[in-house]
């Protein structure tokens, strides 16, 4: 860890992700939220204005204080309760089946160990509850894939540990979670970046 990657990323990802094109797809991803959620990388709060009103309390998991600080306002303009819990999503400061939803938009290609990270989300979910995510990963096509690995660990220097090929739908579906809705697509930008998963899975 050192400046750029604890102040300037946080910053950089704060602007480059509250584009139009990005606050249509956070809509979308949240839609059908509802009771207790707990999000990881909450970053600095863009998803804020999208929750639905059947949501009750929401649980923030994030690592970067910038992040937080960043979100102050919209924090305090959320008709929603915000509550930091923790930094971890490897590590989730939660009871086992304590909440109704999890929530992560753009978060698991940085987490270090993702298939703990969606353990963690399973162990959290209550029966019948649900992971909705949007993230980008690895494309099916195979020379963008093989151009992902490629650019993958300058990626990982520039972007706060992204990772450019993780298969996000196999790794949700290998951590017991049952995928029932699933967009695949890629979002304007170069194709190395741009691969998207969108879905809902949930607990059984």
């Known amino acids: 860890m050192g400046w750029y990657s604890e102040q ?5 990802l704060a602007l480059l992700m509250r584009g139009t094109d990005y606050q249509r797809l956070r809509a979308r991803t949240l839609a059908g939220l509802h009771g207790e959620v707990l999000e990881i ?3 600095s709060g863009l998803n804020l204005p999208f929750y639905p009103a059947e949501v009750t309390q929401i649980t923030a998991i994030e690592p970067s ?10 924090i305090a303009a959320s008709p929603v309760p915000v509550e930091f819990a923790g930094a971890d999503a490897q590590a989730l ?4 089946q304590s909440a109704d939803c999890v929530l992560s938009t753009w978060t698991l290609c940085s987490v270090p160990d993702a298939a703990a990270a ?27 894939a093989r151009m992902q690995r490629r650019l993958n660990p300058l990626q990982h220097a520039l972007a706060g540990g992204c990772h450019l090929d993780r298969p ?3 790794l949700v579906a290998g951590a017991g979670l049952e995928v029932t809705r699933l967009q695949t ?11 998207t998963f969108e879905g809902v899975a949930s607990r059984a």
């Open 65 to 74: 204080a910038v992040g937080r600080r960043l979100g102050a306002d919209r």
């Open 168 to 170: 996000i739908d196999q």
């Open 41 to 43: 990388g909450f970053g």
């Open 185 to 195: 697509y890629y979002v304007p930008g170069p194709r190395a970046l741009t691969w």
């Open 8 to 12: 300037a990323v946080p910053r950089l």
């Open 93 to 96: 400061p939660a009871a086992d």
């Open 118 to 144: 969606l353990a963690e989300v399973r162990r959290v979910l209550r029966p019948g509850g649900r992971l909705h995510f949007i993230e980008h990963g690895r494309s099916p096509d195979a020379k963008v």
